[in-house]
């Protein structure tokens, strides 16, 4: 049964930090690994997809990496801003989605 | 393309009252989820189709729960009777096999 860890639960920084979000699944055989963005009473955004065969996703100040064999992916956001602030969310694909508990994040101005 | 369409945004029901809730995926897409999300337990799966099927329906809580996808275009979720446990928000989200998934709005459903 897959099974999805977010490290951070919360991260509060100042403007202009770079800063890394991790997200961890414990059945290596996913199909690709989603990360989505959530504002508070909003559904979800999807940010990047991320193919098992790929190591890394770009969109923006948004890199997303993969490592299938240790179970692990990074979202990195580079020179943050408040306007990042919301809840973020990783999803491991085996034909189903399933999330991990979110990584809410506050930038500070 | 509209994106996923979910109906009502929100309802508020008293207990024991049927609930449906409506999802209108992208169209061409053949994968269609149903979520629920609290603050106690985040995102759950409840159930997903493919082309039309219900695959897997294990996070289905109880049999007061049921889902249907009549055609490719259309899907309901069904709480019967509704309970205050029930409230959440629930969503719904579509994609072609194993690629990007797009979620709907949502659904805040509240049973008093």
């Known amino acids: 049964k897959q099974e999805v860890t977010q490290i951070p639960a919360a991260l509060s920084v100042p403007e202009g930090e770079n800063l890394v979000l991790n997200c961890s699944f414990t059945d290596s055989a996913i199909y690709n690994l989603q990360w989505f963005r959530q504002d508070p009473g909003k559904g979800l955004t999807s940010l990047l997809l991320?193919?098992?065969?790929?190591r890394e996703q770009t969109s923006g100040r948004l890199n997303a990496s993969l490592d299938k064999s240790s179970g692990r992916s990074t979202l990195y956001i580079a020179a943050s801003q408040p306007g990042d602030s919301a809840t973020y969310l990783c999803a491991g694909n085996t034909d189903k989605l399933i999330f991990g508990t979110g990584t809410r994040l506050q930038v500070f101005p | 393309d509209a994106g996923v369409i979910q109906s009502p945004r929100h309802e508020v029901t008293e207990m024991g009252q049927e609930v449906t809730l409506r999802c209108k995926p992208i169209?061409?897409?053949?994968?269609l989820f149903w979520y629920r999300q609290t603050m106690m337990r985040g995102l759950e799966l409840l159930i997903y189709f493919n082309n039309n099927v219900p695959i897997d329906d294990s996070g289905m809580p109880e049999d007061r729960f049921s889902a249907k996808m009549p055609n490719a275009s259309f899907s309901t979720l069904k709480i019967q009777p509704s309970e205050p446990r029930d409230s959440a928000v629930y969503f719904c989200?579509?994609?072609?096999?194993?690629?990007?998934?797009?979620f709907g709005q949502g659904t805040r459903l509240t049973v008093v």
């Open positions: 991320i193919q098992s065969s790929q």
């Open positions: 169209s061409g897409h053949n994968s």
């Open positions: 989200a579509s994609r072609m096999t194993n690629t990007e998934a797009f």
